[in-house]
C-alpha cells in the first residue's frame, strides 16, 4: 500500500505541476492544519483551537469554471484526539496517529455571478473529494496502514491581490481508518506571474513594452507620437510637425490648421478658409473691394440695388441704369413759364406748372434744373438781357421758396439773342418772353 501512495503522489505532482505550467489559472495553496480525531457526526467543534502538534498541507487548485475548481493536495500531519474516554494519551501529547494523505476534491464557488458577483474579493466554497491515506504509529493497532478518505469541507478565501488569498476551511474526513477533522488557515499564490509593472492591464510577459503603459490592442505599446504633441501620429493629421489642431500648427491661433489656411499668418474664420473678413459680408478681406464695409457686390454695398456698387453710382440711393450712372432715367416735359410785357412777375398759371416741378424736385434729388431767361427784341438791348435774367431769377426764388435747395437751380438770362419765334407779330413776342426750365444731370 505504501508503494502505491508513493506512485500516487508521484503522478499528482506530475499533474499539478504540468497544471501550473500549461494554465494561467492555477495557484499553489498552503495551510496550517489541526487535525482532531472523530468526525462532525460524533465530536463537537470544542477542540478546533486546541493545538498540540500542527500539520500541513500543500496543493494546487486549478480553474475549472465560473463555478468549480480542482484541487489536489498532500496532508502530511499527526492526529491529536483530546477527549477520548477509552484511552489515556496523556503521554503521548494526545497524538492518536500519523497521517500522510493524498486527496483530489471538486471545489464549488458561491461567487460566480449567480449567487455572488464573481469580482467580489471574498470566495465562500463548499469542498468535496476523495483520497487515500496512510496512517502509522497509531495508538490503536487496527487503525495503522492504508485507507481511503472523502473529505467534505466549507470555507472561506479573501483576495488581498491579484496573486494571493488568504484561506479558512473547516473539513470532516471520513475514512474507514481514520475518520477526522481538519481546521485550516492559510494562503494561496497564483502561480502565474501577474506583474503588471505599467499597470495598463496587461501582465509583464504579455506585455511587448512592459515599462511603458500602452493599450492592449497594441499589445501594451503606446501608439508612436513622432512630433511629440500629444497626439497619436495614428490620429495626427501632421504626424512630423507638433501642432494643436488635429496635432497639426495654426500659426494665427483662428482654430484653422496652417495647412489648410489660405491665410496662416492671419487670424480669420472657418468659413473662409482662414482668411478675415473684417465686414462679415462673407466675401474675405484679401477678395473684398471694400473690406471695411459690407457689401453684396465684390463686398461693396449697392444701397438701391441697381448692380452699381454705391461708391461708383452717382444716385446711389435710387435706382437706375449703368448708362445713367447709376441714376434713374428722368423724362421731363420740357417747362416754359411765360411773362407780360417788360415784367418779370409770376403769374397763377406759372406758380401751378412751378409747384409741379417743385414737388417732383423733391422726390427726386438726382436732378438740378437750369433756369434759362428770354425776352423779346422790344427796347434795348442790355436791358433786355437784364430782364431775362430777372425771370429766371424769380422763377428760381419761387423753387427755393418750395424747399429745392439753392444749388439745384442755375440762373443764366439770355436776353433776345434766342427767340423762339419771330418778334415781328405781337403772338410772336409773347412766345419769346420766357422762361424756359431745363434737366441738368
Request: with cysteine.
Amino acid at each position: 500500500m505504501n508503494r502505491i501512495l508513493i506512485i500516487l503522489t508521484f503522478l499528482f505532482i506530475s499533474f499539478t505541476t504540468k497544471a501550473q505550467f500549461e494554465s494561467d489559472k492555477a495557484w499553489l495553496v498552503i495551510t496550517a492544519d489541526n487535525n482532531q480525531y472523530g468526525s462532525f457526526f460524533k465530536k463537537s467543534f470544542d477542540d478546533a483551537l486546541r493545538i498540540k502538534k500542527p500539520s500541513f498541507s500543500i496543493g494546487i487548485e486549478h480553474y475549472l469554471s465560473k463555478s468549480f475548481n480542482f484541487s489536489g493536495k498532500i496532508a502530511v500531519g499527526k492526529i491529536t484526539d483530546h477527549n477520548n474516554g477509552l484511552l489515556d494519551l496523556s503521554n503521548m501529547n494526545n497524538i492518536r496517529v500519523n497521517i500522510a494523505a493524498l486527496e483530489a476534491t471538486a471545489i464549488f464557488k458561491l461567487n460566480n455571478g449567480f449567487i455572488l458577483p464573481t469580482k467580489s474579493k471574498l470566495t465562500p466554497f463548499i469542498e468535496a473529494g476523495f483520497g487515500i491515506a496512510n496512517f502509522n504509529e497509531a495508538a490503536v493497532e487496527k487503525e495503522s496502514g492504508a485507507g481511503v478518505v472523502f473529505p467534505l469541507a466549507a470555507g472561506l478565501k479573501y483576495r488581498f491581490t491579484k496573486n494571493m488569498q488568504f484561506m479558512v476551511k473547516v473539513a470532516n474526513i471520513e475514512s474507514n481508518k481514520v475518520s477526522h477533522r481538519r481546521f485550516s488557515a492559510g494562503f494561496s499564490f497564483s502561480l502565474k506571474n501577474n506583474t503588471d509593472t505599467d499597470k495598463d492591464g496587461i501582465i509583464d510577459k504579455e506585455d511587448a513594452c512592459p515599462s511603458v503603459y500602452g493599450p492592449m490592442e497594441n499589445q501594451g505599446c503606446p501608439y508612436e507620437d513622432t512630433d511629440k504633441d500629444g497626439v497619436e501620429d495614428r490620429f495626427d493629421a501632421c504626424p512630423l510637425i507638433a501642432g494643436t489642431i488635429n496635432g497639426c500648427p495654426d500659426m494665427d491661433g483662428d482654430k484653422v490648421p496652417d495647412k489648410d489656411d489660405n491665410c496662416p499668418m492671419l487670424a480669420g474664420k472657418i468659413e473662409m478658409e482662414g482668411c478675415p473678413d473684417t465686414d462679415g459680408d462673407g466675401v474675405k478681406d484679401s477678395e473684398d473691394a471694400c473690406p471695411n464695409i459690407a457689401g453684396t457686390i465684390n463686398g461693396c454695398p449697392d444701397t438701391d440695388k441697381d448692380g452699381l456698387i454705391d461708391k461708383l453710382d452717382k444716385c446711389p440711393n435710387n435706382a437706375g441704369s449703368l448708362e445713367e450712372g447709376g441714376c434713374p432715367e428722368i423724362k421731363l416735359p420740357l417747362y416754359q413759364v411765360y411773362f407780360d410785357f417788360n415784367k418779370a412777375e409770376i403769374n397763377m398759371p406759372t406758380q401751378a406748372k412751378l409747384d409741379e416741378l417743385a414737388e417732383l424736385m423733391s422726390e427726386l434729388k438726382i436732378f438740378k434744373v437750369a433756369i434759362h431767361g428770354h425776352t423779346d427784341n422790344i427796347g434795348q438791348q442790355d436791358k433786355n438781357y437784364a430782364l431775362s435774367q430777372k425771370r429766371a431769377e424769380a422763377v428760381r426764388d419761387y423753387l427755393l421758396s418750395k424747399g429745392v435747395d439753392v444749388s439745384r437751380a442755375i440762373v443764366i438770362g439770355y436776353g433776345e439773342e434766342k427767340a423762339l419765334a419771330s418778334n415781328i407779330t405781337k403772338d410772336g413776342r409773347a412766345l419769346n418772353r420766357r422762361v424756359e426750365i431745363k434737366i441738368k444731370k
